[in-house]
């Protein structure tokens, strides 16, 4: 089975910063490539599907990038609340892993 | 409205049985892909289960022979059944669509509890 592979871990920004986080396929899943938030106590919400596209409702400041094996999210400039776990998913086929998740704080 | 409401959580001695429901309600459970997915508490997203439109189903190895996902089409309900129940799949449940994979809405959950 595929694994995915988030970095970092942890991540600690100010308000404003451009915010980076990584996903990492174990083999090639084409753009078949979802982002979830999830803040603390509250139910996972899509972000963004097909690796770049933007679910509707979504500001604008989020982004996705890549193809293949290597993604990105990226907050353009972040807000307080966004403070949240991210995750990335495969879907090209079953099984439907998570990456393990990263956690976003606020400097 | 696209909504999804789970129940049947609780809990349930290790090596016990609980089956989670899940109704739909504002689409076609049987004309989508359907999820459950689990979080343990204070871990991240685990994906458990997916049933396709055209019945076939998927588990991750974790509950793999243990867990069935199936779904009532006259009550637009989809399930999970648990058995063999061990402290590791003590979780909050969520059910989703998973419309071409794309894991979106999601339910509330239920909090499924095994222990002695």
């Known amino acids: 089975d595929i694994q995915m592979t988030q970095s970092p871990s942890s991540l600690s920004a100010s308000v404003g910063d451009r915010v980076t986080i990584t996903c990492r396929a174990s083999?090639?899943?084409?753009?078949?490539l979802a982002w979830y938030q999830q803040k603390p106590g509250k139910v996972p919400k899509l972000l963004i599907y097909a690796a770049s596209t933007l679910q509707s409702g979504v500001p604008s400041r989020f982004s996705g990038s890549g193809s293949g094996t290597d993604f990105t999210l990226t907050i353009s400039s972040l807000q307080p609340e966004d403070v949240a776990t991210y995750y990335c998913?495969?879907?090209?086929?079953?099984?439907?892993?998570f990456g393990q998740g990263t956690r976003l704080e606020i400097k | 409205e696209v909504q999804l409401v789970e129940s049947g959580g609780g809990l349930v001695q290790p090596g016990g049985s609980l089956r989670l429901s899940c109704a739909a309600s504002g689409f076609t459970v049987s004309s989508n892909y359907m999820s459950w997915v689990r979080q343990a508490p204070g871990k991240g997203l685990e994906w458990v289960s997916v049933?396709?439109?055209?019945?076939?189903?998927y588990y991750a190895d974790s509950v793999k022979g243990r867990f069935t996902i199936s779904r009532d089409n006259s009550k637009n309900t989809l399930y999970l059944q648990m058995n063999s129940l061990r402290a590791e799949d003590t979780a909050v449940y969520y059910c989703?669509?998973?419309?071409?994979?794309?894991?979106?809405?999601w339910g509330q959950g239920t909090l499924v509890t095994v222990s002695s």
């Open positions: 083999q090639g899943i084409s753009n078949y």
């Open positions: 998913q495969k879907y090209n086929s079953a099984p439907f892993t």
């Open positions: 989703a669509r998973a419309s071409r994979g794309i894991t979106y809405p």
């Open positions: 049933i396709y439109s055209g019945g076939s189903t």
